[in-house]
């Protein structure tokens, strides 16, 4: 079924002009890029996107994380895509994910793990919402 997503490119994939080699990887896919901006959130965004995270211990670490500088965030479209993103992303540790994923390839630690992905239609929506 056709479906949107939200992705969110984190400041070190925009820093280490990763943007480009992500999209491309979700076009090869044959997903489609609905919408994309370059945002520089601040806390109370960043702590509305990732409420069901405010009492983990690596929350403080995270929302570091993502004041590091602009993100990338991005509306895709396509077949089942919010299965599919999550695929292409990889497992959210970089060292569990798949070879070939974007954490994979990409991603630093279990924090720094370059991209967001909504994990199903309600997240979709609501994420959508924050970020467009
Ligand atoms: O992003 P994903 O859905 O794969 O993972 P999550 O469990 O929903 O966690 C959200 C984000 O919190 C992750 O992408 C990591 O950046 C961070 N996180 C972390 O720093 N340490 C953990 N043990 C779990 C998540
Ligand atoms: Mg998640």
Not at 35 to 41: N, R, S, T, W, Y
Not at 69 to 96: F, Y
Request: proline residues 4%.
């Amino acid at each position: 079924m056709k479906e949107r997503t939200l992705v969110l490119i984190k400041p070190d994939g925009v820093k280490r002009r990763l943007i480009g080699k992500i999209l491309s990887m979700y076009e090869e896919k044959d997903l489609e890029i609905i919408q994309l901006k370059i945002v520089d959130p601040d806390l109370n965004l960043i702590d509305f996107h990732y409420k069901e995270h405010i009492t983990k211990p690596y929350f403080k670490d995270l929302e570091r994380y993502f004041l590091e500088g602009p993100i990338c965030s991005i509306i895709i479209e396509g077949e089942d895509a919010i299965q599919q993103v999550r695929n292409i992303n990889g497992k959210t540790d970089p060292k569990e994910a798949a070879m070939g994923t974007i954490r994979y390839m990409y991603g630093e630690s279990k924090t720094r793990n370059l991209v967001h992905a909504s994990d199903c239609k309600e997240s979709a929506e609501r994420e959508i919402k924050i970020w467009f």
